[in-house]
C-alpha cells in the first residue's frame, strides 16, 4: 500500500516595506520591475498565483507608474491568483489607535474590492508584537484567521506547536499560524534538496534544523512536526524579493526528489481552510504577543524619534476627535459632504502608520518625508473641522450679524473644561455671553495672524487667541456671543497659595526648582513626594533596540537649582513655571563603553497647571537636546508597591508584570519598557496613581511603583550587531544622525490620582480629557445656544468614533468596553432617529435594533467588546 503524501502548500509572495533603509521612490524603483516580474509569471503559467503583502498600497504605487496595466491586473485579481488586502498598509498595532487600525482595513478592503477581490486573511507577517484585540478587530471584517511571526514565540510554546486558536478579550477567536521559521523560510527553493540556501543557512546556523539530514528535509520535518494541521506551509519570498522565476519547475524536480512530499502552489486560505479542519484540536491562547525567544520584538521601537510618534498622535486625534464627529454632526444638519476630504487625509496618514515607517526604523530621508505626510493630514483635518463646527454652529444659533464663537466637546459627558479660541483683534475682548445670558470671563493670550475670505477677496488680519472655562454639553456645542466692554475686570480667587505652591479642590501641589513635585490628594489624603524627576542614562542601542553601554551611569535632575516663576493667574487656573540648566555627557566614547566626561547644557523647563473643578494636574516639559546617545526619562516614584502596571491598550486596558521573565536563551532581552495608549496607571490598598500623556507610548513601572514616561531616546544608527539586548542584526548598518533628535522637544502630560481601582475611578474620562480638548471657531451668528447631540453611560464605556458611513446616509457610532465586566450602556442622541443597527467594523448589517425612544438607545456591552452601530437621523434634525 503506497503511504500517503504529505502536503506542502507553497505561497509565493513579498513583504514590501514601502520605505526603510531606502526612500519610497527608491524602493518604488524596485518594486515596478519586481511587479513586472510576477505579471509574466501570471501569464505563463495558469498554476501560478502570488500573494502581495496582505496590503494594497504597493499595486497602487506600481500603477502611478505602469497604468496601463490596471485591466490585466484586475483579470488576475478577480481570478484569485494576485492576492492584495485586507490592510492598505502593512501597520504597526501598537503605535497607532484602534480606529487607525479599522480605517487602515475599510480602506484596504475597499480599494481591493474595486480591484476585483481581497484576500480575507489576517496576515501581519512583520509586526514587532500584536495587541490583544486583533482577533476581534479581524472578525469586525469577517476575516477569522491570523498569520503572525513576532511575539508569538510564548504562544507556540503554550499551544505545544505554531497553529493555535487566539481569543480577544470579548471572546472572540481567530485561527492563528505563527511562522516559527519566519516569513522567508523558503525564500528561495532549489532542485537540489541538499543545497543550502540563504534561509535554510540562517536556520541551520541557528540550530533549529537537524544536521543528519538534507537542509530542505530537515525543514520539512521540522515544520511538519509542529504543524497541527498535517501540512507544511512555505513562505516563497521576503523583504523585497522578487518572484523565483523558476519555481514550477524547481516544484516538479523536488516531486521526483522527495516522493513522499506532494508540493503546490497555493494561498493562505489552502492554509486557513486545514486551521478551520483542525479546530477543534488547537489550543486556545489568549492576549497580547510579546515574547521574543526567537523573533525580536524590537521593543526599543516605542521610543525611537519619538517627534514621529506625537506628530501621529496629533494628526489622528485631529480627524478621530474632530474632524470625522463634527463632519457627521455637519452632514446630519444639511451640510456638505465632506467625506472626499476625510478620505485623502486618512490615506495620507495611513501612509506613515507602515511598521518601519511609524516606529522610527529608517533612513533620515524616509522620516523627514513622514513628517511633510503627518502636516498633510493635519492641514485637511483641521479645515474640515472648523468648516463643520461652524456649519453646525450657524445651524444653531441661527442668522445674524453678531461675532460668535462655537465651542464643541467631543467627550460624551457633561465637562468643566479651558477652552482656547481665536477670535477677531478688534477692541477689547472681556468675556463671552452664554446661552443664558450669563457672562463667561476670559482672557488674552495672545495674537496670530489669520487669513479670511479667501475667494472673496483675502483679508489679512491679527487676531487674538483667548482662553476661558465654562461647563459644556456632552459630546456637544455652545455658542457664545463675544463681549467687548472697557475696564471689565475679572474677579475669582487665585489658585496660588504661595510663590512656589498652586492649590484647587482635589491637590495641594509644591514645585521645586529641580523640576520636582510634591503632590497632596486633598480627597484621599494620600501625599506624593519627588515627582517628575528627570533621570537620563546612555544609550549604546540603535533605532530597534535600547541598549545600555556596560560603563553606564545615570544623571538625575536632582539637587539642580532652578529659576520658579509665575507663568499665568486667572481665576480659572494657575501655571508655574521652573527652567534650568541640565548637564548631560556630550555622547558615548569612541569605543561605545561609556559615556564621554565631556558635558552639555541642556536646558530644561517645566510648566504645571492647575485648574478649578479639574482633578488633574498637567505639565508641559520644554527640552532643548544638545546630548547624543542617551534615553531621557521622567520618573514619578509613587511608593505603591506594584507587582503589574495598568496602561491603556487598543480598545482595551492591559495588566502586565513589573517583573520581566527572565529570557534565558532568548534573541532578544525581555524589555521592561512597554506601549501604552493615554495613560499608565498603578494601584494598591485602595489608591492609584495615573501618568496621562499626549503621544508619548513607552513607559515602564518597577516593582516600587515608580513610573518611568520615555522623553527622548536618542541614537545613530539604524541597526547594529554589538548590542547586548539583542543578538545581530535588526537591519541594514546605515547611520542615522537625525535620529538623535538634537533641537527643541515640548512633552506634555499629566497626573491623576484616585481611590479604589481604575476601573471604580474616573481614569478614563481623565485621559480623554487630557487627550481632547474642546475645539472653537467664530463665525457670525445669531444668539447664543447650546445642544448635546450624544451622551454616553455608564462611565466605564468609551466612545471610539462618531463618523460619516463609507457609503450611503447616516452616522456610524462605536464604542468599547475596556472593564473585565459586562455594562449595560445607554446612549442618547440629540438628533431624532428614525432608525438604527448594529453594523460590523466594515459597516456591513447584522441587526436591527429598536430604540427604547426617537433619543435613547439601551444594549449591553461585553467584558472587551467593541460595537458599532449606525444611527439614521430623522429628516430635520436642526428644529
Known amino acids: 500500500m503506497t503511504a500517503k503524501k504529505r502536503r506542502v502548500i507553497v505561497v509565493p509572495h513579498t513583504h514590501w516595506d514601502r520605505e526603510w533603509y531606502l526612500s519610497f521612490e527608491e524602493f518604488r524603483f524596485h518594486l515596478v520591475e519586481a511587479l513586472d516580474r510576477v505579471i509574466s509569471l501570471l501569464g505563463a503559467h495558469p498554476r501560478y498565483r502570488f500573494t502581495l503583502d496582505g496590503q494594497v498600497i504597493p499595486l497602487l504605487d506600481y500603477l502611478e507608474i505602469r497604468p496601463e496595466r490596471k485591466e490585466l491586473l484586475q483579470g488576475y485579481i478577480r481570478e484569485g491568483r494576485l492576492l492584495i488586502g485586507p490592510w492598505y498598509v502593512q501597520p504597526d498595532e501598537f503605535l497607532v489607535s484602534g480606529e487607525a487600525l479599522v480605517r487602515n482595513l475599510l480602506h484596504g478592503t475597499r480599494l481591493a474590492r474595486e480591484f476585483g477581490g481581497v484576500m480575507l486573511e489576517g496576515y501581519v507577517p512583520d509586526a514587532f508584537g500584536h495587541i490583544a484585540q486583533l482577533p476581534q478587530i479581524l472578525q469586525g471584517f469577517g476575516i477569522g484567521s491570523a498569520y503572525v511571526m513576532r511575539g508569538a514565540d510564548g504562544a507556540c510554546e503554550e499551544a505545544g506547536g505554531f497553529d493555535f486558536v487566539w481569543k480577544a478579550p470579548d471572546g472572540s477567536t481567530a485561527v492563528c499560524h505563527a511562522m516559527e521559521m519566519g516569513y522567508c523560510n523558503a525564500e528561495r527553493l ?515 511603583g515608580t513610573i518611568y514616561l520615555t522623553l527622548l531616546r536618542c541614537v545613530g544608527w539604524l541597526s547594529r550587531d554589538d548590542l547586548p539586548t539583542r543578538r545581530g542584526h535588526a537591519g541594514p548598518p546605515y547611520e542615522t544622525p537625525e535620529a538623535q533628535c538634537l533641537g527643541s522637544h515640548r512633552f506634555e502630560y499629566a497626573v491623576y490620582t484616585y481611590a479604589g481601582t481604575w476601573e471604580e475611578s474616573g481614569l478614563l474620562r481623565a485621559a480623554w480629557e487630557f487627550t481632547s480638548p474642546p475645539l472653537a471657531t467664530a463665525v457670525k451668528g445669531g444668539s447664543p445656544a447650546a445642544r448635546s447631540f450624544l451622551s454616553l453611560e455608564p462611565q466605564g464605556a468609551v466612545l471610539s468614533a462618531v463618523k460619516l458611513p463609507e457609503e450611503g446616509e447616516g452616522v456610524i457610532v462605536r464604542l468599547y468596553n475596556p472593564l473585565r465586566r459586562r455594562l449595560d450602556v445607554r446612549l442618547r442622541v440629540g438628533l431624532p432617529l428614525a432608525g438604527a443597527w448594529e453594523v460590523r467594523l466594515d459597516e456591513t448589517p447584522v441587526k436591527e435594533l429598536r430604540p427604547d425612544s426617537p433619543h435613547l438607545l439601551r444594549f449591553p456591552l461585553r467584558a472587551g467588546e467593541i460595537k458599532t452601530l449606525k444611527l439614521i437621523i430623522a429628516s430635520n434634525p436642526a428644529d
Open 190 to 704: 532549489s532542485s537540489e534538496p541538499d543545497e543550502l540556501t540563504r534561509p535554510l543557512a540562517q536556520l541551520a546556523g541557528a540550530g533549529l534544523l537537524d544536521p543528519n539530514d538534507a537542509p530542505l528535509v530537515a525543514l520539512l520535518e521540522k515544520l511538519s512536526e509542529r504543524s497541527l494541521t498535517g501540512a507544511v506551509l512555505l513562505l516563497n519570498g521576503c523583504d523585497h524579493r522578487g518572484p523565483q522565476m523558476d519555481l514550477l519547475q524547481v516544484l516538479e524536480n523536488l516531486e521526483k526528489r522527495l516522493p513522499e512530499w506532494e508540493f503546490s502552489i497555493g494561498t493562505l486560505s489552502d492554509y486557513t481552510e486545514l486551521l478551520r479542519k483542525a479546530r477543534s484540536g488547537l489550543r486556545e491562547i489568549a492576549g497580547e504577543l510579546r515574547t521574543a525567544a526567537r523573533h525580536p520584538v524590537l521593543a526599543g521601537v516605542l521610543s525611537a524619534r519619538l517627534y514621529l510618534k506625537q506628530h501621529n498622535f496629533t494628526a489622528q486625534t485631529l480627524l478621530e476627535r474632530y474632524a470625522d464627529p463634527l463632519s457627521a454632526l455637519a452632514g446630519a444638519m444639511g451640510g456638505p459632504d465632506l467625506r472626499p476630504f476625510l478620505r485623502k487625509a486618512w490615506e495620507i496618514l495611513l501612509q506613515n502608520h507602515a511598521h518601519d515607517s511609524i516606529c522610527g526604523t529608517g533612513i533620515d530621508p524616509v522620516h523627514r518625508e513622514m513628517e511633510v505626510r503627518f502636516a498633510r493630514t493635519e492641514a485637511i483635518a483641521d479645515r474640515v473641522a472648523h468648516r463643520a463646527l461652524g456649519t453646525v454652529g450657524a445651524a444653531l444659533s441661527g442668522d445674524g450679524g453678531n461675532e460668535c464663537l462655537v465651542v464643541f466637546n467631543p467627550a460624551p459627558w457633561e465637562r468643566r473644561t479651558e477652552v482656547e479660541a481665536t477670535v477677531s483683534g478688534e477692541g477689547e475682548v472681556t468675556h463671552l455671553v452664554g446661552p443664558s445670558g450669563e457672562e463667561v470671563p476670559c482672557s488674552v493670550r495672545g495674537r496670530r495672524i489669520v487669513s479670511e475670505g479667501v475667494l472673496e477677496g483675502v483679508r489679512h488680519s491679527v487676531a487674538k487667541v483667548i482662553t476661558f472655562q465654562d461647563v459644556l454639553p456632552p459630546f456637544g456645542v455652545k455658542v457664545y456671543r463675544v463681549g467687548r466692554a472697557e475696564g471689565r475686570k475679572r474677579g475669582g480667587r487665585s489658585l496660588l497659595a504661595t510663590e512656589d505652591t498652586l492649590e484647587n479642590e482635589f491637590y495641594r501641589v509644591t514645585l521645586h526648582p529641580d523640576g520636582t513635585l510634591d503632590l497632596l490628594d486633598k480627597e484621599t489624603g494620600a501625599f506624593y513626594r519627588g515627582l517628575n524627576l528627570l533621570e537620563d542614562s546612555g544609550d549604546a542601542g540603535d533605532e530597534y533596540n535600547y541598549a545600555p553601554p556596560p560603563e553606564d551611569f545615570l544623571v538625575t535632575s536632582m539637587g539642580i537649582n532652578g529659576e520658579i516663576r509665575v507663568k499665568e493667574d486667572l481665576p480659572w487656573k494657575a501655571s508655574l513655571r521652573v527652567s534650568f540648566e541640565y548637564s548631560l555627557p556630550c555622547s558615548l566614547t569612541p569605543d561605545r563603553r561609556g559615556r564621554t566626561p565631556e558635558q552639555v547644557g541642556v536646558l530644561v523647563a517645566f510648566t504645571v497647571t492647575l485648574y478649578r473643578g479639574i482633578k488633574r494636574l498637567d505639565i508641559a516639559a520644554e527640552v532643548e537636546n544638545r546630548a547624543r546617545d542617551h534615553r531621557l526619562r521622567v520618573a514619578f516614584p509613587t511608593g505603591i508597591p506594584a507587582e503589574k502596571s495598568i496602561a491603556e491598550d487598543t480598545f482595551w486596558v492591559t495588566e502586565r508584570p513589573t517583573v520581566p521573565p527572565p529570557g534565558e536563551g532568548w534573541i532578544e532581552v525581555p524589555p521592561a519598557t512597554h506601549p501604552q495608549k493615554s495613560f499608565v496607571a498603578v494601584e494598591e490598598g485602595g489608591r492609584g496613581f495615573a501618568v496621562l500623556n499626549r503621544g508619548l507610548p513607552e513607559y515602564e513601572v518597577s516593582p516600587h
